[in-house]
């Protein structure tokens, strides 16, 4: 971690045990949760790395296949964080995790999508997560609950994605980066 202001280091975080692939701010700014290789993942504390607990809920995932988290996302409200395993194999596929960012209790495992999970975003309420996944399709569902909303379906290896700040306007997804040549601008109401 370093400095916007002048780039010095703050504080380097040493106790993750393979490479790193994603790293989400708790909303106050307190903890960082932080993964990638393997299914550990690190929530800590930001000012002196203190560790109150490492999140292995997808250990299950990773049984016989090496895989990686792809994607962290800490709710709005603080409350929960998210987070997608993509196990490597033939018939692998993703899984999300919704979570307690207090404790790291499983609050909910979502499997809507049949390939990798590549992104993950909650909207401003709270309410819904949004998934993209490699098998061309984005989900909107109801976090808490897992209930689907809807699915998007045609898109290519959507990255990246992002609610408006207010929730009405929708998301933006991004495709894989050698093709992003455009932006999809979703409503989260459509069916």
Same mark, same amino acid.
């Given at each position: 971690?370093?400095?916007?202001?002048?780039?010095?280091?703050?504080?380097?975080?040493?106790?993750?045990?393979?490479?790193?692939?994603?790293?989400?701010?708790?909303?106050?700014?307190?903890?960082?949760? @932080?993964?990638?290789?393997?299914? &550990?993942?690190?929530?800590?504390?930001?000012?002196?790395?203190? *560790?109150?607990?490492?999140?292995?809920?997808?250990?299950?995932? /990773? &049984?016989? @296949?090496?895989?990686?988290?792809?994607?962290?996302?800490? /709710?709005? *409200?603080?409350?929960?964080?998210?987070?997608?395993?993509?196990?490597?194999?033939? =018939?692998?596929?993703?899984?999300?995790?919704?979570?307690?960012?207090? *404790?790291?209790?499983?609050?909910?495992?979502?499997? =809507?999508?049949?390939?990798?999970?590549?992104?993950?975003?909650?909207?401003?309420?709270?309410?819904?997560?949004?998934? !993209?996944?490699?098998?061309?399709?984005?989900?909107?569902?109801?976090?808490? @609950? =897992? =209930?689907?909303?809807?699915?998007?379906?045609?898109?290519?290896?959507?990255? !990246?994605?992002?609610?408006?700040? *207010?929730?009405?306007?929708?998301?933006? /997804?991004?495709?894989?980066?050698? &093709?992003?040549?455009?932006?999809?601008?979703?409503?989260?109401? !459509?069916?």
């Amino acid at each position: 971690m370093w400095d916007a202001l002048d780039g010095g280091n703050v504080y380097i975080y040493g106790s993750h045990r393979d490479y790193l692939s994603s790293v989400c701010w708790s909303p106050d700014g307190k903890r960082i949760a @932080s993964a990638g290789g393997g299914y &550990e993942i690190h929530v800590w504390d930001q000012t002196d790395g203190g *560790n109150p607990y490492i999140y292995r809920g997808h250990s299950s995932d /990773s &049984e016989q @296949s090496n895989g990686y988290i792809t994607a962290l996302a800490w /709710s709005p *409200n603080g409350q929960y964080i998210t987070s997608s395993y993509n196990a490597i194999g033939p =018939g692998k596929h993703g899984a999300v995790h919704v979570w307690s960012a207090q *404790n790291g209790s499983l609050i909910r495992l979502y499997r =809507g999508q049949i390939d990798q999970i590549q992104a993950l975003s909650w909207s401003p309420d709270n309410q819904r997560l949004i998934s !993209a996944s490699t098998d061309g399709t984005i989900q909107v569902w109801q976090a808490v @609950s =897992g =209930g689907l909303l809807y699915t998007q379906s045609g898109t290519t290896w959507d990255r !990246a994605l992002a609610w408006s700040p *207010n929730g009405s306007i929708g998301f933006l /997804s991004i495709p894989l980066i050698s &093709e992003a040549r455009s932006l999809l601008l979703g409503h989260p109401t !459509a069916t």
